[in-house]
Structure formats: C-alpha cells, structure tokens
C-alpha cells in the first residue's frame, strides 16, 4: 500500500490495521503530553515502542501521522481555536485535545484520508477514551475545523 492509496480502496483488515494505529498515535501523544516540559515527540513514540507491545505494521501509520501533528501543531492549534467558541485549548483535557489534534492533522494534511473519515474516527476515539461528553465536543469542534477547511478530493 502506497502513501497514496484511497482508504474506499482499503480492505477490512487494512482498516482495522488504522483504527488500531490512531490509537497508538492517541496513546503516544497522551504520553507527550503529560511530560513536563515537553520531551521530543519522537522520544515519546519510541519510549511506546519500546515498552509495549505495537505490531510493526502500524508503525509507520502512526509514525506518518505523528509526524503530521510535530511538523503542522501551530496550524493544527490554530484551527482548533477557531473552531471552539467560549473554550481555550489549554483547559481541555489531555485526552480531548489530543484526540482534536490527531484528527485534525488527518483532516488538514493526510491527503490519503477523507476529511469525513478523519472526523469520524476522532469522534470514535474520543468516545472509546475520553470523557462522557467528549465524543459530542469532539464532533462540534472537528465539524467546526472541517466546514472551515474543506480539502478538495473526490470523497470529501
């Protein structure tokens, strides 16, 4: 599979290869997060390497995607604030602003992943590891940054 391949074009054990791998991701940015000050990000994706148990076809996904947050995390935050009303980045949870930035940079710059797909697995994250509410604020903020952003391809 290419870089470049369609994820309509996937098959289900593809698919279930990259709901498994945003996970990881999730886990490894949650990871960074809690350190203070802030390690590299790197650092905090090999340390999850290293100490758990991550299937190494899934590695380069996540480490695809990571790279998406380090290399565009102004823009990424940017259009985070933009799209919260009466809420600051900085006061949400580790876990919802986490999951905001994972889907975001999938919605914004992983040009092999339709933007709805993006949305709706940051939604199913925030659902599967956030709080009570998270997977509606999740839904609002993503459709917020998603109806500010589209992203010309066939599917969106």
Known sequence: MTAG???GTLSASERVQRVRARSWALQVLYAWESTTPHRPLEDAMEDVFRTRRVAPTRKPFIRRHLALVKDH???IDRALRDAMENWRLERLSRVDRSVLRLATAELLFAEETPQKVALQEGVRLAGQ???DDSHRFVNGVLD??????????PSS
């Open 5 to 7: 391949t369609r994820v």
């Open 144 to 153: 917020a940054v998603y109806r500010a952003n589209p992203r010309k391809t």
């Open 129 to 131: 590891y956030g709080g």
């Open 73 to 75: 995390l102004p823009e």
